[in-house]
């Protein structure tokens, strides 16, 4: 209840025609016109104790509601699914849902979800480009299965991390043409795919051994590409 009730004055007050721009017209008008329920919470690290889709389901509910009637035109993106195709378990315990499973879990939940939604958001993180692009794919046919056909995809989050010496890592010109591909062939698919963000525009690259400090597509210096 307390996050519906933030996330309804939130969009009351920065979506389209909200309170603050009313009060602000010194300012440029860059309303938010697209929020995202959350983050990732098929994967234990976002959604404590554990995964819990119907129990989501709940909160997202709750959350739509209370921002369709705070600014009617934002849209609401159930998000952003960490893009699992098989579940991952730690000692027998369940650290992440496949993306699918978890919507089967959200639609049982919530069979009215299918008339409800607005968009999907997902993060495919594999170093091939084209496995990203398939398991886009592979979520658009699981979407369609479950009812959700009518929704769109968006990719809130994808990249390809620098660093040299880090595992998983890839030179400037290996992520440049990465990019480059998925970005181009993204656009080309017939998945519903109405949006993409990279992870990220910039990030701090100060510690080698730090993997969340070499996802930036620009320098944390200059701020250039």
Request: aromatic fraction near 10%.
């Amino acid at each position: 209840g307390d996050y519906a009730a933030f996330a309804g004055a939130f969009a009351a007050r920065y979506g389209p025609g909200g309170s603050f721009w009313t009060s602000r017209p010194d300012l440029p008008r860059i309303p938010v016109r697209e929020v995202e329920v959350w983050n990732e919470p098929n994967w234990r690290t976002f959604w404590c104790p554990a995964v819990d889709p119907g129990g989501y389901a709940t909160f997202r509910r709750g959350a739509a509601d209370a921002i369709r009637a705070g600014n009617p035109s934002v849209r609401i993106t159930l998000g952003g699914l960490a893009a699992l195709k098989e579940s991952s378990y730690e000692g027998g315990t369940l650290t992440g849902m496949s993306a699918d499973g978890f919507l089967e879990g959200v639609v049982a939940r919530e069979p009215t979800l299918a008339s409800r939604l607005d968009a999907v958001a997902f993060h495919p993180y594999d170093l091939d480009p084209d496995a990203s692009l398939s398991r886009v794919g592979w979520l658009h046919h699981r979407m369609a299965a479950l009812g959700l056909a009518e929704a769109e995809i968006v990719l809130t989050e994808f990249g390809w991390r620098a660093g040299a010496g880090i595992e998983g890592s890839l030179s400037e010109q290996e992520r440049t043409l990465n990019y480059e591909h998925f970005t181009n062939q993204i656009a080309r698919t017939d998945c519903g795919v109405s949006g993409v963000a990279a992870h990220s525009w910039q990030s701090p690259e100060l510690n080698p051994l730090n993997l969340e400090d070499w996802w930036g597509i620009s320098s944390a210096l200059t701020g250039l590409l």
